[in-house]
């Protein structure tokens, strides 16, 4: 849900009071210390202009932020358990590591315990905390259009070569040779969740929910398919893109004309075609999808290539249903499929 001035005024509020009725209503990012609190931190209050206010911790994790030592807002009323306590501290020390069974192993935690007690406590499981955290702070750099490098050191890493070299994975060299392409990188806020654009010039290349599993991978291959470096930036494309998405929140736009760089094999594009014909306030399902490109034996096929999708929303994946129906999958969560569909349906 987007925030208004209105509430991030009364969240302010709230925090300068510390008030109780407000944990965990909000988490409060604090922009000049880089950690994010609950309402009733006893930590010195900053300026309003300082702060950025988010529903759950992982939009705040996600926007670079990392948990306040003092008032742990993750676990407020509760007592942390001492295994997440151990594997937060592990993050916060290596933010570039993929977490592997063997990971959990050498720290005598098993990945079972480890999921069920993030899941409890924090409303996700260990593996989305720690890519929220690792996605976050790549996010933050690119915003702050500087190198990864040269923030390590601030943040208080060990491992400077690890840091970089994993950021640089996903987002690329700088750009050494006339043949490097740039793609621009930007954050759109939405009623549903923060989303990430790549764009250039003339086309936009990617819109995705920044909290999609698998994204980083996304961004990688995409990147080096393109042999591209991303950079923070705001470009022509990306403003009309912003402005289309806004109109169509607002329920006055339902066709999207902001021009696109599709990029699949030759079956994946056929079915991005087919999406893009279906209209708003209609759905179709896997097999109508698989009958319209003459095979009903595709279903299987044509949700896959739905899944590939790397155009949320504008290629509009979430208006295709199971046949029975029901939603189905989406790979930005099946609470968001329903709010768009209901959102088309008014229209």
């Known amino acids: 849900m987007l925030m208004t001035d209105e509430q991030k005024h009364e969240f302010y509020q709230a925090l300068v009071e510390k008030n109780p009725q407000y944990d965990g209503t909000f988490f409060a990012g604090i922009k000049t210390t880089g950690i994010f609190c609950h309402a009733t ?15 759950t911790a992982e939009e705040a994790l996600l926007a670079g932020y ?32 993929r977490w592997k069974e063997e990971d959990f192993r050498k720290l005598g935690i098993h990945s079972a315990t480890a999921r069920r007690k993030f899941k409890k406590l924090y409303g996700m499981t260990f593996v989305q905390y720690a890519r929220s955290r690792r996605m976050g702070l790549a996010f933050k750099e690119i915003s702050n259009g500087k190198k990864v490098i040269d923030q390590q050191v601030n943040f208080g890493y060990e491992s400077s070569s690890a840091f970089n070299d994993a950021f640089t994975k996903m987002m690329g060299d700088p750009p050494k040779k006339a043949q490097v392409n740039i793609l621009h990188a930007n954050f759109i806020s939405t009623p549903i969740g923060r989303m990430i654009s790549l764009s250039d010039a003339t086309h936009v290349y990617l819109l995705e929910f920044m909290d999609r599993r698998g994204l980083e991978r996304e961004i990688e291959t995409m990147r080096k398919k393109h042999h591209a470096r991303i950079l923070f ?51 179709r399902s896997y097999r109508d999808l698989a009958l319209m490109l003459g095979d009903p034996h595709l279903v299987r096929a044509v949700g896959n290539a739905n899944g590939a999708n790397q155009m949320a929303i504008i290629v509009p994946c979430h208006r295709v249903i199971q046949t029975s129906g029901e939603l189905g999958g989406y790979g930005g969560g099946v609470e968001r499929k329903k709010f768009l569909l209901q959102l088309e349906q008014r229209v």
């Open 41 to 55: 931190c006893t930590a010195r209050k900053p300026k309003y202009e300082n702060c950025e206010f988010f529903y």
């Open 233 to 283: 930036g705001e470009t022509k494309v990306h403003q009309q893109l912003a402005e289309e998405l806004a109109l169509y929140f607002e329920k006055k736009l339902t066709q999207f004309t902001v021009p696109l760089s599709l990029h699949g094999t030759p079956f994946q594009m056929k079915v991005w075609d087919l999406l893009l014909h279906i209209p708003a306030g209609e759905t």
């Open 66 to 97: 990392r948990p306040c030592k003092r008032c742990i807002p993750l676990t407020y009323p509760n007592s942390i358990p001492e295994e997440v306590d151990v594997l937060v501290s592990a993050v916060e020390k290596q933010p570039e590591k």
